[in-house]
């Protein structure tokens, strides 16, 4: 990759080190995207034949490893597209003239945690907002059913005979520490995926900025400067890569409770 004369050498490092490998261990993001694609041509292939010669079995078990390999494909390449971002937008400048000096002791550390932190967040979080949601509907109907089953296993009790399974009179104890435990039970997620869902309204830059700050301020320990901040709003708009989301330093102050 050809980068701009201002882009940092450790970044350049970094960045050269994660999308081709190195000599020892090459298996960089461009060529697993590469060996995906040949996988998914031998997959397509062999889904072909398969539909010829009408076999339904064969073809329900390639149709689901395309769609795992095309997943794949499209991970990686949305990985590669934020690197060269990263790497090319002019708008990036900026960033790496105003932060030089914030990361002038331990440059090579500090860049290589912004640039991880960049691409870590560019996350779809609605799959795991969603499954929130699911986790809790179901701790609720578990909830339900236990104390529904305890319940009905008391009634036994009622009956008078004593032959009946002897976990019907350990399992009611069990049952309702369960429905207790599952009563308003509700999942959570820590780390990027936390601070970006920590707010119940779905919004893709506050999510984004939330989670590009875990990565700087908490997992990296990187000071939370005005120089730092305005990065976070740069680089929002240029990995978020929507022509309807400009993030700017206010909206990077209102996310993180900043006054």
Known sequence: MNFPNYVPAAVRKYITLILDGTDIEPQGLKKQLSESKVGLQKINRTLSYSIEQNDQNASDVFRKDEAVVK??????????????QLATDPRMKDVYINLENEFADQPAMKWQEFIFAAQSANIDFS?????IKKAKELSKKVSINAKKLSELLHETENIGFSNWPHEFFSAPAFLQTLSYATDGFEHYEIGMVGAALSSRKSCVKTQYIRAFAEGLFNSSRLEKTIAVMHAIAT?????????????????VKKALNQP
Do not use: H
């Not at 799959?127 to 499954?131: D, F, K, L, P």
């Open 235 to 251: 680089v929002t708009t240029i990995v978020l890569n929507d022509p309807d989301i400009d993030a700017t330093y206010d909206d």
């Open 127 to 131: 799959i795991y907002r969603e499954n």
């Open 71 to 84: 997943e794949t494909c499209a991970y990686l390449e949305r990985e590669i597209a934020c690197l060269e």
